[in-house]
């Protein structure tokens, strides 16, 4: 079993950064694939970035490109999501996710959210 919440979302103007943060529970963490995924109002919840348990690996929706990066401590069982360069359309709930072997964006474990806003 593991337990994920979400932190640092928060009220942004265009252009700026944020850094979200997810704290899991449990020994295993390492061996976990994180993600992160977000859901505007209205629409379906999308993949944004993922990383695999070394951290050796990252993957990133390609409208987050160049812009958030991913990064895993697993020595502090958290995993970030640094978002910079920030725009309107990143407005979203912003989910972390865990899976041993994810089957694409089918997650076993899901945190709570947090509330990502950028103002224009």
């Known amino acids: 079993q593991v337990q994920l919440v979400e932190s640092g979302g928060g009220l942004v103007q265009a252009g700026g950064s944020l850094r979200l943060s997810c704290a899991a529970s449990g020994r295993t963490f390492s061996s976990y694939i994180m993600g992160w995924f977000r859901q505007a109002p209205g629409k379906e919840r999308e993949f944004v970035a993922a990383?695999?348990?070394?951290?050796?690996?990252?993957i990133y929706a390609d409208s987050v490109k160049g812009r958030f990066t991913i990064s895993r401590d697993n020595a502090k069982n958290t995993v970030y999501l640094q978002m910079n360069s920030l725009k309107p359309e990143d407005t979203a709930v912003y989910y972390c996710a865990a899976d041993l072997n994810p089957d694409k964006n089918k997650y076993e474990y899901w945190g709570q959210g947090t509330q990502v806003t950028v103002s224009s």
């Open positions: 990383i695999n348990w070394s951290g050796s690996n990252t």
